[in-house]
């Protein structure tokens, strides 16, 4: 009886395994998406034919384009290892984004369950018009530049871990381990979202010297033949290093009973392309070509995904022979060029640009052609240069091209301003000079961003709680009002009288810190018994703008010995009496031997204060509207970091201490006093000769101060002026073009 017992336990546990099998192999039926078999009774939705994607749908192969966007992990408030986005998001967000045109969401890394269960159960709602992701597979990158060689056996293990950990998320069939630490998410996965995975993505962009290294260390490494993907004669290592990890996410997914296209990151400067006209060797030292591996019994196929953007690396502006082709507009097009130079380069293999796109911001990081810059632009023409570029890959016969991105992120960093704030609080204010933080086409505004208008009415200022009125006693000005929020110091005036900016300019001076400038031309004659660190002149459109004391410079500090000229001693004395405009590097003094020809050190004016409407419900709309007046009211929002902030939340400034290691001290204060006047007919309003003589006491101003905010961030979520510039341009691609088009002449 036991023996029956025992044979009828073990029977059930093997029935329960086979059922749990085949449960399994089984799972993508019971999605509800179109899809067909191979002979081996693998499942297919997606493929790739010559240079072309296709997608089965309507019972046949159908051409596809990629018309996709990108998607971080955060929202502001957090880093991306605190991954705290709620399905509730991903569902609105997933609307907003299908409404938009796109097909295809992309993704870096595992993301936390809740957006494989949001995307499941949107798609499950549109099951004739569902929406796809392509999925990254997040490399060790830091582990990789730090070691410069790839087949560490340690970073080989982690990635290949971090490529099976990737497949079971995306099939939902695994629990992970958080890590926030790193960024990584965890928890459990339960939802099959495979049946809506367009493709993978494999790595991230290669480190060149990390690339190079590799392959002078294994220069013997044999070739990779692997079950489903192989290098070709004549790979390099770290090619072959490539063709393994490829192979490996095909290895992983079979096992689920699926096949999808492959593809491994990739940008500009490992392209397979030479580029002659490249000033920075390590720009174009090494190649890292997708035409070198190659699918076998992978029956979907491969394809190359490239990050181009029209500004980096610097031969987008100074090679000649990338600048051979015009655009519609008749003018010569190094980005248009480029496109078609990489396309041509992979004569046998569909390729999409899965980055494009510029930002929306005051900072600017890299200058390109055709004002197509990484930074200084509205919202409207962020959304211009996007839908051009958009315009351009897909004329160019690409087979998708995902725009960079969908939403704000505030922690990201910029090589140019890194070094002016405090690294781990960047994710709790809003720095429009950090250009990388305002890519995307879904804005995440300051708190105030939809209470307080930058329009000349003080009307909204009656319903902020937290302003706070200035007792300022100075001729010309009867009252003035400040707040603040994440973004911005805002103040509001009420003149004794219509202010003319052609005839007459209004002047802020602000105090953070002990030091700066007691005199200058700009005071007519005053002189102040505490000095300014930065000044504010609000006249017409071309000198309205904040400078900064040239002892408080933190740019000329900074990059003194670094490509800009030596500062004149002059200027590094504290009341030089002289104001500076406030600006941000865009390059390097590039010199041989690390450059192959030499060009100045480049930087431009970021302190430009536009006149205009910060109401996006008007025509006139300007993003980067910062002041403006009607009658006797003005109103001005001023960026933090121009007046010297490396964190407001916790009342954070740059100090005078002459930066250590590229990095400046900061120094708590306590506020801001801000100094007012008016200046008419080269005279301070209200101001004879013998009080000029007498100095404004600066120090007894009253202190603009804020409880800060420690990590309770609020925001407003909106999309961009640029969002709907490219739904229009997306709606009007309907698929691919499948042949080789050569865009301009």
């Keep these: 009886m036991r023996k029956w017992i025992k044979w009828l336990v073990r029977l059930g546990l093997v029935l329960v395994i086979i059922a749990g099998a085949f449960y399994y192999w089984l799972r993508p039926l019971l999605v509800r998406i179109e899809s067909t078999t191979l002979a081996s009774g693998i499942h297919v939705k997606f ?91 997040w490399s060790p990158e830091e582990q990789l530049i730090e070691g410069q060689d790839a087949f560490d056996p340690k970073i080989k293990e982690k990635f290949e871990q971090e490529i099976k950990d990737a497949v079971a998320a995306v099939y939902g069939q695994t629990t992970l381990t958080p890590e926030p630490h790193s960024g990584k998410a965890g928890g459990a996965y339960k939802y099959n979202a495979g049946p809506y995975l367009m493709g993978w993505i494999v790595g991230t962009e290669w480190d060149p010297k990390m690339v190079k290294g590799t392959n002078d260390r294994h220069a013997d490494t044999p070739d990779y033949d692997g ?31 699926w096949q999808h296209p492959m593809a491994f990151a990739n940008w500009v400067t490992t392209d397979p392309i030479a580029h002659p006209g490249e000033p920075l ?176 009415d003080a009307s909204d200022w009656n319903k902020v709680k937290d302003k706070k009125k200035l007792d300022v006693q100075a001729p010309g000005f009867e009252e003035i009002w400040a707040t603040q929020d994440e973004g911005y110091l805002y103040l509001q005036a009420k003149l004794s009288e219509p202010f003319d900016p052609s005839k007459e300019s209004i002047y802020f001076g602000a105090d953070t810190l002990p030091g700066g400038n007691r005199h200058g031309p700009e005071l007519h004659g005053m002189t102040l018994d505490e000095g300014l660190e930065t000044l504010i002149e609000l006249s017409d459109d071309k000198k309205s703008r904040l400078t900064i004391a040239s002892n408080y410079d933190i740019h ?51 302190g430009l204060f536009a006149r205009g409407y910060s109401d996006p419900a008007r025509p006139d709309y300007n993003s980067k509207a910062m002041w403006q007046v009607q009658g006797q009211v003005l109103e001005m929002r001023i960026p933090w970091m121009l007046l010297g902030f490396s964190d407001p939340s916790s009342l954070s400034v740059i100090n005078y201490t002459a930066p250590t290691k590229n990095k400046f001290a900061m120094t708590h204060v306590k506020g801001v006093r801000f100094v007012p006047w008016i200046v008419k007919n080269e005279q301070v309003v209200g101001l004879d000769n013998s009080a000029a003589a007498q100095p404004v006491q600066v120090s007894e101003m009253p202190l603009y101060t804020w409880p800060g905010w420690e990590d309770k961030v609020k925001y407003v979520e909106r999309p961009k002026q640029s969002y709907n510039i490219m739904k229009e341009a997306l709606q009007k691609i309907n698929g691919p073009i499948t042949t080789n088009v050569q865009s301009g002449s």
């Design 556 to 606: 000329a500090r900074l990059y003194e010995r670094s490509g800009l000229p030596e500062v004149d001693p002059k200027e590094k004395q504290d009341d030089s009496g002289i104001f500076k405009p406030w600006k941000l590097a865009v390059n390097y003094l590039l010199e041989y031997p690390d450059s192959r020809v030499n060009h100045p050190f480049g930087d431009v004016e970021v």
């Design 281 to 456: 060797v390590e720009e174009d030292l090494v190649s890292v070509d997708p035409t070198h591996i190659e699918a076998v019994n992978w029956e979907v196929g491969y394809f190359a995904s490239y990050h181009v953007y029209p500004y980096y690396p610097d031969f987008f502006a100074f090679d000649k022979s990338f600048q051979e082709m015009t655009n519609s507009k008749g003018e010569p097009d190094s980005y248009l060029t480029y496109l078609n130079k990489l396309k041509a380069a992979h004569p046998n293999l569909p390729v999409m640009v899965t980055e494009y796109g510029v930002p929306a911001s005051v900072g600017v990081a890299h200058l390109g052609t055709l004002g197509r810059n990484q930074g200084g632009h509205s919202e409207q023409q962020q959304g211009e240069i996007d839908a051009d570029l958009l315009q351009q890959i897909h004329g160019s016969g690409y087979a998708g091209a995902i725009l960079f991105t969908w939403q704000d992120e505030w922690f990201k960093k910029t090589w140019n301003t890194q070094r002016y704030d405090e690294a781990d609080r960047r994710a709790y204010w809003y720095n429009t000079l950090t250009n990388e933080s305002f890519f995307g086409v879904l804005g995440m505004y300051p708190s105030k961003d939809n209470k307080l208008l930058i329009d000349g």
């Design 47 to 137: 493929r790739t034919v010559g240079t072309n994607v296709e997608e089965y749908t309507n019972e046949a192969w159908q051409p596809y384009f990629a018309k996709g966007i990108n998607m971080g992990a955060t929202i502001p408030g957090h880093f991306p290892g605190e991954l705290v986005i709620s399905e509730d998001d991903y569902e609105r967000w997933f609307g907003m984004i299908q409404d938009m045109g796109v097909n295809v969401i992309r993704v870096y890394t595992i993301m936390m369950p809740e957006f494989y269960e949001a995307l499941s159960k949107y798609n499950m709602k549109h099951q004739k018009d569902p929406l796809f992701f392509l999925q990254g597979i």
């Design 227 to 257: 079950k489903y993907f192989r290098n070709k004669p004549g790979a390099n290592a770290f090619e072959k290093w490539l063709a393994l990890m490829v192979d490996t996410a095909a290895q992983t997914e079979i096992q689920y009973g």
